[in-house]
């Protein structure tokens, strides 16, 4: 079985449901809505992503004859829901936010439209796809305001990322909020994002010169020379360089860059900087990692910090300070009959909804969430990506999302892209939603 690709990659209450719904014949339309119900503390806006990752997983999505002899094998399942899943394929429409789209709580970020029982049996692959690019997207988004196209910025995360999928689809998910690229070389051969890598302390530490390790290095890889140099003493390091750079000149070898990998990197930066200059060195660049997230990335450059790109890792790749989002996949209708529910805490706004999103100048100022079909001001912002189980366009290039990542950011409001979570960005419920949930919650007596 294929870990990613495996229907079985499910919650076993879908598949207690599907019994149920297959037994019952219940296979008219349901529109599920998938949205996220509160913004953590610290998050003034989040950005969608994950939509390419799901649809191709829907296209794929089969059982095999392997997964049917486990689950026969259980003896949990009967024969009718066997065959039900033997012919199973993805059916449905889907409507979506495009990725790099910014968005805010309560808003459906992706709505469902299928038969009943394939709407509910991917609701835990759909909500494990967009949860986790969501989450990394929205936190790179927020190092690339940081940044304020000051620096460079590098994922480096896929060693400390939760799972192997996880440092992947985190790679895609910067890129699209506007990192230059990654350090994971798969993200490279199979999206085509760029891959930035220079050397370990490992490597100097293998010599028994440090000097011999920079030209060694800068021999073996002539067109990619960033140089390390805070394994022993920085400002040795950086006198180091001066003389690897005048060495390698005579063979055709340009140092391009050295990197920072501890200590104060303010500090470090300036001397480093200077060292630089003085030895003639002008033009290369200083690049910094280690433990950065978008409050040090700011700080380091309002600071003044002569800086060029930073490597940010393990606090991007694990969204360290909100770790994760409280997102729903929730029933709005079944058989052409609004749903709800009244849970506290957790209650619904019935309907098919689409989001509109109002502007003065080029700021988003409001989002007004009402019933598709309904007229209100402003831009809609779900459009249909999935026709009858086949996307509606072909391969979204990441060019072209990041780019709209890009255009989406500098139209949020001042605040918000300075950070601040407050005062929390206006998303209000037009009269005919609310006047639709007034009249079920009477009807349920509620």
């Known amino acids: 079985m294929n870990l990613l690709t495996s229907p079985l990659l499910t919650d076993l209450y879908q598949l207690t449901m599907l019994q149920g719904y297959v037994d019952e014949d219940m296979h008219e339309d349901a529109v599920f809505e998938f949205y ?8 003034g806006f989040l950005m969608a992503a994950g939509l390419e990752t799901l649809l191709t997983f ?17 003896g949990r399942y009967s024969k009718g829901l066997l065959d039900y899943l033997a012919s199973f394929r993805f059916s449905g429409d889907i409507y979506a936010m495009p990725e790099g789209t910014v968005f805010f709580e309560n808003e459906p970020v992706v709505r469902i439209v299928a038969p009943l029982p394939e709407a509910q049996l991917i609701e835990t692959r759909l909500i494990n796809i967009l949860h986790f690019e969501i989450l990394i997207a929205s936190k790179a988004a927020r190092c690339v305001l940081a940044a304020a196209d000051s620096a460079m910025l590098v994922d480096f995360g ?25 350090s994971t070389v798969l993200a490279e051969a199979l999206f085509g994002i760029p891959v930035f890598g220079t ?16 030209l060694g290095f800068a021999r ?18 950086a006198k180091k360089t001066i003389e690897a750079s005048r060495i390698l000149a005579g063979e055709g070898i340009k140092v391009r860059a050295i990197r920072l990998d501890s200590g104060d990197l303010f ?26 997230d978008e409050h040090i990335i700011r700080e380091l450059l309002v600071r003044g910090a002569p800086i060029d790109g930073f490597g940010v890792g393990t606090k991007l790749d694990t969204s360290e300070d909100a770790p994760y989002l409280e997102c729903a996949y929730k029933l709005m209708e079944y058989s052409g009959k609004p749903r709800f529910k009244k849970s506290q805490g957790k209650a619904t706004v019935p309907g098919r909804k ?19 079909g309904d007229v209100v001001e402003g831009k809609p912002l779900l459009k249909k990506v999935m026709n009858r189980g086949k996307k509606v366009a072909g391969v979204t290039v990441l060019k072209d999302i990041a780019s709209h990542a890009r255009m989406q950011l500098t139209s949020l409001p001042p605040h918000l892209q300075s950070l601040l979570t407050s005062p929390p960005y206006p998303v209000t419920i037009s009269p005919a939603l609310s006047k639709l949930k007034k009249d079920m919650e009477r009807q349920a007596g509620v």
């Open 36 to 43: 996220v119900r509160n913004l953590p503390e610290n998050r």
């Open 58 to 74: 829907l296209e794929g999505m089969r059982f095999s004859g392997e997964e049917l002899r486990y689950l026969e094998g259980t």
């Open 158 to 182: 896929v060693r400390r990322a939760h799972g192997a999928e996880a440092g992947l689809l985190a790679a895609r998910a910067t890129y699209i909020a506007g990192f230059a690229g990654t």
């Open 199 to 214: 050397m370990a302390h490992s490597y100097i530490e293998a010599h028994e010169d440090e000097l011999e390790a920079f």
């Open 220 to 237: 073996a890889n002539p067109d990619n020379v960033t140089l390390l140099i805070d394994t022993y003493d920085v400002h040795r390091g």
């Open 267 to 292: 500090t470090l930066s300036k001397d480093v900087r200077k060292i630089l200059d003085g030895g003639g060195l002008t033009a290369v660049q200083i690049f910094a990692s280690g433990n950065l």
């Open 354 to 372: 689409q989001v509109f999103r109002q502007f003065e100048g080029q700021t988003m100022v409001r989002d007004i969430l009402s019933l598709e």
